[in-house]
């Protein structure tokens, strides 16, 4: 790639999504509906819940332009019913978003509702941002796409989903700023003594105690402190003064000038204000005593052991994960330590274990998970599907092929599985197996909630409890598999969040947040009575009953995570829960306030939904391939070319296009450039092309008398490229497979001197023409998030560029490259072994090198080149460092390498020997989460000259 295409390079890494393989299959019929500001675009079979998704957004966009001072303008809003993760996004360039209509339990809200309010306070946001003089500079030199850039470069992301998790949390009867489990991790360091400074809260580092820095969850904290203490249009005054500058000063600085604060100061303001709420919780509380079963805990070590169960051994089994170890089940001895490794379960289990939602059961001597899958071409439609082990016979077995599943669970004998299903017609399918032959028993079709999950076999399997969300608020439920029928057990609430039941009996235990913190009640399911079992400091999650000594095992958070603990089941010690005291946050309820002050009818109204019936029509995807996305102009790395570009997207992520000015600043040239990405169809098709002049200055004369004249020439060419990307996620597996053919063409014309070259040995006019084909494969097995690279990993690229014969210049390049990555001594460690083969026929043209010459040397070409290398990467410490604002180092990593290259050409052979260091960090520049690099130095002892080379780094993090 040339240097100059580098900042398109970033500008498109950093503010637009990923789309090559972004899409639905290409069969899909869609439709829309034109509802004022938003175009909602939608597969056919779903148009009753598009209907709904317009009233949504028409009926909260004035909630969330309340506090916001802007205007909304045109959205297109894709509904994707063929994804089995529940996510959304507003792209900020082009302006448009996609919502995934698979539904979570995330946030304590019907997902729709959800995503309506806080992509649409995205909305808002990104409208708002197009506010105010400087930014209207940013947009009237790059479009949209200096909006994008404007704000990844100076809004920080917690800032941006802080403010829309607030929203959803304001004008909805839940939202995640009320659910316990989300502030879970923030709050056990607050009440534990500790806190992190503002950088590492919000950039991270390998060491954190917890998973991973959430600038949801602690973007939340800030925004909605900052909110409380100065006011419903802070925000909007933060984000106009920003607005009038171009660069600086920018939003840190608007914060200090409005508030009379650093944001620092605000972030440990906010820490405290939190922190002396969630110890007015705990006042008057007593907290229950319980037994250890995780005994050994690393004060400086995090560690999740998630949803244990005590098996027929009486031993313990757990999901285990720490940032240094990958997902896997293991066995823990009577002294509470792992005894043993049993199985690697994927990272995708964790999300919806942290939000305490149900893809995982233990029972008999089995376990049974979901297993998220991708479509190996079309990237929005994906897969999640029953698996379950056996721990005896050490087999896996499939039960669904193709699913979409969001719960599972298992009998507590292991005999039968329950999965909740759903599907693309945006209905829930409660589905029986037995587990002995692996048959579907019976399958029920529910579609009046809106959400359905964390299903429980009674000890009879003749019923399941269910929890349930709806307008209502949350419910256990008890459905007899035999007719159903359901029926409610706890009666329904909108003010808490119920989860991960289990049968104990004639009771049914299960997780509330109720008081404010997460805790373990019980329902009789005769009564409905219901009582609080255990109170925890700071949460208890994943209930499971052992019968043989009559206790209830169970997740007790803690500062360095998820432990193992265990109660008697004692009904004398139960409280009903008329005695259980209720915490308020009185910092959202000051946001409420604010948000209502003006006009008490919008909470009145928040919750009537209108029904309006909006027109469809028919949406053509090929009429709408042209979306401006905004225009680059820019000077390349050596100030010798100045380019502009035209940039293009469609809101379905089919088409990209570009269409460019090139002017060079020495030539005096000018040509035009373009390009069109097709990714609707199985394969993807490329066309690029360019036309100009060009001109360099040469000397015709002697050393002694130089002439200097011009040597001139036009240059047409054309590039077609046809692609086969296959992406295959399935469990722990992760593999890509691209195929490539390409054909292009050079003309050079009117060359004004035929004794001078061109490119490498081009003296004449004609067609340069060849044709290239590349196979790229990469696999790898997760491995640890702290790890510097794969554990077990293989690549494979291998390509072919040739002239053909009809071209009246000549040459041919075969290269391969293989890469095998295996465990080092430590789990974080890498040691790698990579070769490379490549072959150069050329007699007057010769292909560009496809790869890394062995470091220390200058790059020389050969007819033959082998080259074979030696990795060994591992972490050296991890850091907290911040330089100003300007950089923060989170960790240094280190690299042992030796590399030996042999070329040949003709009878002659060279040989390139060296080996070195690599010490690199991860940082951050500008403190920004997106500008994400790994910088550092490498030093190179080169065997054959002799010489010390010292180089600089500069690198994508893996």
């Not at 991960?500 to 004639?506: A, L, R």
Request: glycine share 6%; with cysteine.
């Amino acid at each position: 790639m040339h240097k100059y295409k580098l900042f398109l390079v970033f500008i498109l890494t950093f503010i637009s999504v990923t789309a090559f393989s972004q899409q639905v299959p290409w069969f899909t019929e869609w439709k829309k509906i034109d509802a004022g500001s938003y175009t909602v675009i939608f597969p056919s079979e779903i148009e009753s819940r598009a209907q709904y998704v317009a009233n949504l957004l028409n009926h909260y966009e004035k909630y969330n332009y309340n506090s916001l001072r802007t205007s909304p303008r045109k959205i297109p809003v894709v509904l994707i019913n063929t994804y089995s993760v529940s996510n959304g996004f507003v792209s900020f360039s082009p302006f448009y978003s996609h919502w995934f209509t698979t539904p979570s339990g995330l946030t304590g809200n019907e997902w729709l509702k959800t995503l309506a309010i806080h992509e649409g306070r995205h909305m808002t946001q990104q409208n708002k941002l197009r506010d105010g003089a400087g930014k209207k500079t940013w947009n009237i030199l790059l479009g949209d796409l200096g909006t994008a850039a404007f704000t990844a470069l100076y809004i920080p992301f917690w800032f941006l989903e802080g403010d829309a998790v607030l929203m959803e949390t304001a004008h909805t009867d839940y939202g995640r700023g009320r659910i316990a489990n989300f502030t879970l991790w923030h709050r056990a360091l607050e009440l534990s003594g500790i806190r992190y400074s503002y950088y590492r809260t919000f950039l991270g580092t390998p060491d954190d105690l917890y998973p991973y820095n959430d600038y949801y969850r602690s973007g939340y904290l800030v925004t909605s402190y900052t909110r409380g203490k100065y006011g419903k249009q802070i925000w909007d005054k933060i984000l106009s003064r920003t607005g009038k500058y171009i660069l600086f000063p920018a939003f840190f600085r608007s914060v200090y000038n409005i508030t009379g604060e650093d944001v620092r100061d605000i972030y440990n303001s906010a820490m405290d204000s939190y922190r002396d709420i969630w110890m007015e919780q705990l006042k008057n509380v007593k907290l229950s005593q319980y037994r250890k079963v995780t005994h050994k805990i690393d004060d400086d070590y995090w560690r999740a052991f998630m949803n244990p169960v005590m098996l027929n051994d009486e031993s313990a089994r757990a999901m285990f994960f720490s940032r240094d170890k990958v997902p896997c089940i293991v066995k823990l001895s009577t002294e509470g330590v792992i005894e043993k490794k049993l199985i690697q379960l994927p990272f995708s289990l964790l999300s919806s274990s942290f939000i305490n939602e149900r893809k995982f059961g233990f029972g008999g001597d089995k376990f049974i998970y979901i297993e998220d899958s991708s479509d190996p071409r079309w990237g929005y439609r994906s897969y999640s599907d029953l698996k379950f082990y056996d721990l005896k016979l050490k087999k896996f077995k499939r039960l669904s092929t193709n699913g979409k599943y969001i719960s599972a669970n298992i009998s507590r004998d292991g005999t039968m599985a329950c999965g909740i299903e759903y599907g693309e017609d945006l209905k829930f399918k409660i589905r029986i197996f037995n587990l002995e032959d692996g048959s579907l028993i019976k399958t029920f079709i529910i579609d009046r909630y809106s959400m359905i999950t964390d299903p429980a076999f009674s000890d009879s399997k003749k019923e399941i409890a269910i929890v349930c969300l709806d307008d209502k608020g949350y419910c256990i439920s008890e459905m007899d598999l035999n007719t159903g029928l359901t029926k409610n057990i706890t009666g329904s609430s909108k003010t808490e969040k119920i989860s991960t039941p289990v049968y104990s009996g004639k009771n049914i235990i299960y997780i509330s947040d109720y008081s404010g913190v997460d805790n373990i009640y019980s329902v009789e399911m005769d009564t409905g009575k219901r009582y609080q079992i255990f109170s925890s400091k700071f949460g208890a999650y994943y209930p499971s009953i052992n019968s043989a000594e009559n206790t209830i095992i169970f997740n007790n958070y803690a500062p360095q995570g998820y432990t193992v603990a265990s109660i008697k089941i004692d009904k004398k010690k139960w409280i009903s829960i008329k005695n259980v005291k209720r915490n308020s946050d009185r910092i959202i309820e000051s946001v409420i306030n604010q948000e209502y002050a003006d006009n008490t009818d919008l909470i009145e109204k928040r919750d009537n939904i209108p029904d309006t019936k909006y027109k469809t029509e028919k949406y053509y995807p090929i009429l709408n391939l042209i979306n401006p996305m905004g225009w680059i102009p820019f000077f390349d790395s050596t100030d010798s070319n100045f380019y502009f570009y035209f940039l293009s997207r469609d809101v379905l992520q089919t088409t990209d296009m570009t269409l460019g000015y090139v002017y060079n600043t020495n030539e005096k040239t000018h040509a035009v450039e373009g390009s069109i990405l097709y990714m609707g169809l199985y394969p993807v098709f490329s066309v690029t092309g360019g036309y100009g002049k060009r001109s360099v200055q040469i000397d015709t004369g002697t050393s002694d008398d130089p002439i200097y004249e011009q040597m001139n020439w036009k240059e047409e060419k054309l590039f077609f490229s046809v692609k086969l990307p296959l992406n295959i996620v399935s469990g722990i597996n992760n593999s890509t497979f691209n195929i490539e053919s390409g054909y292009g063409i050079i003309n050079i014309s009117d060359k004004n001197h035929s004794t001078h070259t061109i490119y490498d040995g081009i003296y004449k006019d004609g067609n340069l023409e060849y044709v290239n084909g590349l196979l790229n494969f990469q696999n790898y097995i997760e491995y640890p998030l702290n790890c510097v690279g794969p554990r077990w990993g293989q690549e494979v690229m291998a390509s072919i560029f040739s002239t053909r014969n009809d071209s009246d210049f000549s040459g041919e390049q075969i290269s391969l490259t293989g890469k095998l990555y295996f465990p080092g001594i430590l789990e974080t460690n890498s040691f790698m072994i990579s070769a490379a083969y490549e072959q150069n026929l050329f007699e007057n043209y010769i292909f560009p090198e496809q790869f890394l010459f062995p470091r220390g040397y200058k790059s020389e070409r050969h007819e033959k080149f082998y080259k074979i290398s030696l990795d060994y990467s591992f972490p050296i410490i991890s850091l907290s460092l911040p330089v100003w604002r300007l950089v923060y180092f989170k960790r240094l990593k280190g690299n042992i390498f030796y590399d030996r290259g042999t070329g040949f050409t003709g009878e002659n052979r060279k040989t390139y020997s060296s080996a070195g260091v690599e010490v690199t960090s991860t940082v951050n520049l500008l403190s920004n989460y997106l500008l994400l690099l790994d910088i550092g130095a490498r030093y190179s002892k080169c065997f054959e000259n002799g010489e010390n080379v010292f180089s600089f780094i500069l690198k994508t993090p893996i």
